[in-house]
T-cell receptor, first 114, second 115 residues
Framework: AQKVTQAQTEISVVEKEDVTLDCVYETRDTTYYLFWYKQPPSGELVFLIRRNSFDEQNEISGRYSWNFQKSTSSFNFTITASQVVDSAVYFC???????????FGTGTRLKVLA | KAGVTQTPRYLIKTRGQQVTLSCSPI?????VSWYQQTPGQGLQFLFEYFSETQRNKGNFPGRFSGRQFSNSRSEMNVSTLELGDSALYLC??????????????FGPGTRLTVL
């Protein structure tokens, strides 16, 4: 089965707090891709990061960092020193090699309070 | 570089009617995918087109169809609309290559309301 689970439905934090969004995936394939997208209130999904299954290196981009662990089938996303502009719904997605069919998680709504 | 554009942005239809949504991908992108987003079902894959051919299809009834033109623009059609078809329809584009995978970029969506 192919599945993406984002167990956190909604998270509220106060500005400047760090927050981690969890993503757990299921797949039988050895080659696959993982993504994080941000959906602000405007509705447009904004691409944040792509990771392939052979690259377990963690990545940092400004205040954003991602932790990919194949051993636990997780691809977690951390925002450091959160800001009000980070308020959005965040989606984790999975795609298999050879297909552009994304399987999305249910999303985590992040509210950053001033 | 212009992003993915979708028209119209909002649409109100009544049950039984049909609707056509349009998507223009990023210049140079040959793959266009369509997704349906609802509060209950989340984001679900409808289909993907590459070079005018449907390459993948999701689990939607035959009332949902699409096509892609030679300029990579795509249309999605829903016939005999039902109340449950009310949703945000998102289009995404990418270069679409298989050997060298690349991510999809999404448009702002078309919000369809069926009355």
């Amino acid at each position: 089965a192919q599945k993406v689970t984002q167990a956190q439905t909604e998270i509220s934090v106060v500005e400047k707090e760090d927050v981690t969004l969890d993503c757990v995936y299921e797949t039988r394939d050895t080659t696959y891709y993982l993504f994080w997208y941000k959906q602000p209130p405007s509705g447009e999904l904004v691409f944040l990061i792509r990771r392939n299954s052979f690259d377990e290196q963690n990545e940092i981009s400004g205040r954003y960092s991602w932790n990919f662990q194949k051993s636990t089938s997780s691809f977690n996303f951390t925002i450091t020193a959160s800001q009000v502009v980070d308020s959005a719904v965040y989606f984790c997605a999975l795609a298999h090699s050879g297909t552009y069919k994304y399987i999305f998680g249910t999303g985590t709504r992040l509210k950053v309070l001033a | 570089k212009a992003g993915v554009t979708q028209t119209p942005r909002y649409l109100i239809k009544t049950r039984g009617q049909q609707v056509t949504l349009s998507c223009s991908p990023i210049s140079g992108h040959r793959s266009v995918s369509w997704y349906q987003q609802t509060p209950g079902q989340g984001l679900q894959f409808l289909f993907e087109y590459f070079s005018e051919t449907q390459r993948n299809k999701g689990n939607f009834p035959g009332r949902f169809s699409g096509r892609q033109f030679s300029n990579s623009r795509s249309e999605m059609n829903v016939s005999t609309l039902e109340l449950g078809d009310s949703a945000l329809y998102l289009c995404a584009s990418s270069f679409g290559t298989i050997l060298k995978y690349n991510e999809q970029f999404f448009g702002p969506g078309t919000r369809l309301t069926v009355l």
